[in-house]
Nanobody, 124 residues
Framework: VQLQASGGGLVQAGESLTLSCAAS????????TGWFRQAPGKEREFVSA????????YYADSVKGRFTISRDSADNTVYLQMNNLKPEDTAVYYC??????????????????WGQGTLVTVSS
């Protein structure tokens, strides 16, 4: 499976962006999908994830109420709608997929495939 992340950009605080993660290739329609981010000088951290069915979604406390994850099964794309962006949301955002079901999607270690990352910059 290959992942293509897109949608990043430069916005002002309070504005919105929507990131996309398009999956292609073998097993692209399987398993859940997660978003992680890495700010300069910091470790990569969990942001949000959704299960394969879309029935369950998970969010980091720092983004709850502002970010929404969704999936379009027709084109194997997962979206991350980010509202009320803050300067501390500035980071490279990565999407990833594991190769199993029933695992903890908030843990980076379960992911086996990653997209190339898309930069989100929020100015104050």
């Amino acid at each position: 499976v290959q992942l293509q992340a897109s949608g990043g950009g430069l916005v002002q605080a309070g504005e919105s962006l929507t990131l996309s993660c398009a999956a292609s290739g073998r097993d692209s329609s399987k398993y859940g999908t997660g978003w992680f981010r890495q700010a300069p000088g910091k470790e990569r951290e969990f942001v949000s994830a959704t299960t394969w069915s879309g029935k369950n979604s998970y969010y980091a406390d720092s983004v709850k109420g502002r970010f929404t994850i969704s999936r379009d099964s027709a084109d194997n794309t997962v979206y991350l709608q980010m509202n009320n962006l803050k300067p501390e949301d500035t980071a490279v955002y990565y999407c990833g997929k594991p190769k199993a079901y029933g695992i903890d999607l908030t843990q980076e270690s379960v992911y086996s495939v990653w997209g190339q990352g898309t930069l989100v910059t929020v100015s104050s």
